[in-house]
């Protein structure tokens, strides 16, 4: 008996996606040579949907840190913390990253995904319920699995529907907690996080925020959504990632609750895994005092993904109301958008296919991350690749494409 | 809310509802949809479409479908069951 006889259906699905050039499931880099360039197939690609928001991968000093924590505390940690111990620089890094959060407590894990496996699979249990928009990321459904907490879903960024599967609750004697993210990663739409966090406190529920893609983002000094809009009061626990803003991988979670410590002993993908390496540590607590610092690299962000989505527009595609740094563009069929997607590569601009069920409508998308150190010449370049695609596809009318290029 | 109705009366308005849904999704006759017809396999809906359509049903009878609920659902009947048993239960 073969296991795997279960995936087989997968493997013509996967040959007709790759009949039109590619397999969009593992894009093959000769190498990666800056924060917003690769070659792939021998040709310089502009990296345009790899979540590199402040493009600090190749910063000097982030790069200077971790080569020296290399060199003297060596390439890993062969452990957990509870088993290997903590070193010091895993606590500097709690230290910080509670203070930038002006919260009592953080706790790091070693990917942003194990960041939500622990905390949702920890914070709520048997008898408590966990109450998550509909369009959460995997790993916040995936982190729901893990634990035992009865698991209902709201419509997304509906505080309407939230309201109304709390009242459900009301008779429930178990904890609540409800789960958002400060910007969805497919689209790029933020919450409406004030009227959720009224919502979760009226029906008696604690309140989580995924900060992975708004973190460095959004906010005066980059706290995310909640920062933004001012409700950083009524979030309970903030989760986020080190993959995305700060350049490396890793997450973590603060918070001000007492007894947060004591899930350091119950908290099973923090307790029974390897602990990030110096290097690692080393370079996100230097990206983190570089992005605590430095207000310009969102600024720039901020710039880059306006003109992208601005010259996203003009040409006639539907980029959605606000502007963020994940820019995605719906196409009507899978077809179409492998075929977008295929053009977009030979003309040297890698972005992510994104296809249904990872989509939140039943379209693919083209999904873009700009990034501060984008040059305003790469941005245009891209621009220009849409609309040459987009005209010879048929989306646009070429006269459209015409005037873009005149302005 | 309770609905104050038959049981009988209530199981077929919901039986009733899942397969128009159903029949909407897989844009096929509500004739054709039989109560022991396998959701995503016999049906052919996708999950996210599955999903969607919960939503709505989760909405129409003012219930919540715990998500673990949701995995033991594989035919019609079984979402039918599911989606009664909740409206039955105090505290929904």
């Known amino acids: ?407 | 809310m309770p609905i104050l109705m038959p049981v009988s009366n209530q199981r077929d308005r919901i039986r009733a509802r899942v397969v128009d849904g159903l029949a909407e999704v897989s844009q096929r006759p509500a004739t054709g949809i039989a109560d022991d017809a396998h959701i995503l396999r016999d049906l052919q809906i996708d999950s996210l479409a599955v999903m969607n359509l919960i939503l709505a049903l989760e909405e129409e009878f003012d219930i919540s479908i715990p998500l673990e609920r949701v995995a033991d659902v594989v035919t019609v009947q079984d979402l039918v069951d599911t989606i009664a048993s909740l409206i039955q239960e105090p505290g929904q």
């Open chain 1, 1 to 407: 008996m073969n296991l795997l006889n279960k995936f087989a259906p997968l493997r013509p699905q996967l040959e007709a996606l790759s009949a039109a050039g590619r397999n969009p499931f593992a894009v093959n880099f000769d190498e990666i040579v800056s924060a917003t360039e690769g070659i792939l197939e021998g040709r310089r690609t502009i990296l345009l949907g790899t979540n590199n928001y402040l493009g600090l991968t190749f910063d000097a000093e982030c790069m200077a840190a971790s080569c020296e924590a290399t060199q003297r505390q060596g390439t890993g940690t062969t452990g957990s913390r509870v088993a290997n111990g903590s070193y010091a620089a895993h606590r500097d890094l709690e230290a910080e990253l509670a203070a930038f959060f002006g919260r009592r407590h953080a706790m790091v894990f070693s990917t942003g995904y194990q960041a939500n496996l622990g905390m949702l699979s920890t914070l709520v249990g048997r008898g408590d319920h966990l109450i998550l928009d509909a369009d959460s990321h995997a790993s916040i459904y995936d982190g729901a699995r893990l634990g035992y907490a009865e698991v209902i879903r709201f419509r997304h960024n509906s505080p309407e529907d939230l309201a109304k599967r709390l009242k459900r609750l009301k008779h429930s004697d178990g904890g609540k907690l409800v789960v958002v993210e400060g910007i969805y990663s497919m689209r790029g739409d933020v919450a409406p996080l004030a009227e959720i966090a009224a919502v979760a406190r009226e029906g008696g529920a604690a309140l989580m925020v995924d900060e992975a893609h708004s973190m460095g983002v959004l906010g005066a000094r980059g706290r995310g959504l909640a920062e933004a809009i001012d409700v950083e009061a009524q979030v309970d626990f903030i989760v986020g990632t080190f993959s995305k803003s700060l350049g490396s991988v890793g997450g973590f979670c603060v918070a001000d609750a007492d007894d947060f410590d004591l899930l350091r002993l119950v908290c099973r993908p923090y307790m029974f895994t390897a602990s990030l390496p110096p290097a690692v540590i080393a370079s996100t607590r230097q990206a983190l005092s570089r992005m605590a610092a430095d207000s310009g690299l969102r600024a720039r962000l901020m710039s880059n993904a306006r003109r992208f989505s601005e010259g996203l527009s003009r040409l006639g595609f539907y980029v959605g109301a606000e502007v963020s740094p994940v820019i995605s563009v719906t196409l009507d069929s899978r077809e179409l958008a492998v075929g977008f997607w295929n053009a977009l590569l030979d003309a040297g601009v890698y972005l992510n296919l994104a296809l249904p069920p990872a989509t939140p409508s039943d379209k693919p998308l083209l999904r873009a991350s700009v990034s501060a150190a984008h040059s305003l010449e790469q941005i245009d370049t891209a621009i220009a690749a849409f609309g040459r695609i987009g005209t010879s596809l048929g989306l646009l009318w070429p006269r459209d494409a015409v005037l873009n290029q005149a302005s």
